[in-house]
């Protein structure tokens, strides 16, 4: 058996402990605890707004599901997907597959290993499972940044543009169902 397999095996057997989550990320499962108010606070405020501002398109937005990429498990904080899910269920039943899913979004946590599993780990999964748009929201970033991630190059594991905004700001999805979405203030609060 290899690596890949004996960790979906691993994963699919676990026993996750209420207040954590387990995804596959690169070569090893990892375990995190689920945040506090201020993290829950930010990813209510955007599952609330792109609910309105998907509303009637076909897709809506989902938080903390599994979404399924050959072997792998990644659970978003918010993620966006089609209302219809037939085609894009895991055939195991774990998850959405990574190709329905049009966005996804973290908020970064504060410790070391957090912020490398978002900013960095993460960053590579999503744009090897070619989702077209990851966002990150980061307090702890300089008074606090919306990041912008389009154009996946699943091949090297990278996205062709950032577009980095600074809390105040505005910043603005550029494609797909959620295209034209604006997360500001009203999501991110002001300057930290």
Not at 52 to 74: C, E, R, Y
Not at 82 to 102: K, R
Request: charged share 20%; hydrophobic share 40%; net charge negative.
């Amino acid at each position: 058996m290899d690596l890949a397999r004996a960790l979906w095996q691993v994963w699919k057997a676990m026993d996750v402990p209420e207040g954590f989550r387990a995804e596959i990320i690169g070569e090893a499962v990892e375990l995190s605890p689920t945040e506090g108010v201020r993290h829950f606070t930010v990813n209510r405020r955007l599952y609330g707004s792109l609910l309105d501002h998907l509303g009637g398109t076909g897709h809506g937005p989902a938080s903390a599901g599994n979404v399924i990429h050959g072997l792998k498990v990644l659970v978003p904080d918010v993620f966006v997907a089609p209302d219809d899910l037939t085609e894009f269920w895991d055939p195991d039943g774990f998850g959405v597959l990574a190709s329905g899913v049009a966005l996804v979004a973290e908020t970064v946590s504060p410790s070391s290993e957090s912020r490398k599993r978002d900013l960095v780990r993460k960053h590579r999964a999503y744009a090897t499972a070619g989702i077209p748009v990851y966002v990150i929201i980061d307090d702890f970033d300089d008074g606090g940044s919306v990041t912008v991630l389009s154009g996946p190059d699943p091949a090297r594991g990278s996205y062709a543009s950032s577009v980095r905004t600074p809390y105040g700001e505005e910043a603005i999805v550029p494609e797909g169902p959620a295209k034209g979405f604006v997360i500001g203030p009203d999501v991110t609060g002001g300057p930290r």
